[in-house]
């Protein structure tokens, strides 16, 4: 229930309250997509919400910006959607030392996150 309403508030944000600020965002993935990614992908919740608020407060002229994918713990990750057809895949996992990064599938042909 948190995730759909967090969701709906930036799918909002996105379509509309973007153009005010177009092209302001000094990462990629911009700052509201990081979120969504955080909040579709990340188990807990209030890690997404910790972690997006932190990408966010870092969007600034103090900070470089550049590249920067979402970093979620997948130390539980089991893939249990693999039964039957083939899935469409949404996201790629990336391990490292500490956790996982998350990247859009670009090639994706379902909705878009």
Known sequence: MIREALSGSLKFYQKYLTLLGFGSCRYYPTCSEYA???????PNIFKAIFSSTL????????FDGGIDYPKISCKHFTPT????????????????????????NIFSKGPSC
């Open 81 to 104: 959607h693999l039964r039957g057809s083939v899935p469409e895949i949404k996201f790629w996992y990336l391990p490292e030392r500490d956790g996982c990064r998350v990247i859009k």
């Open 55 to 62: 990408r966010i407060l870092r969007c600034n002229q103090l």
């Open 36 to 42: 969504k990614w955080q909040i579709e992908t990340n």
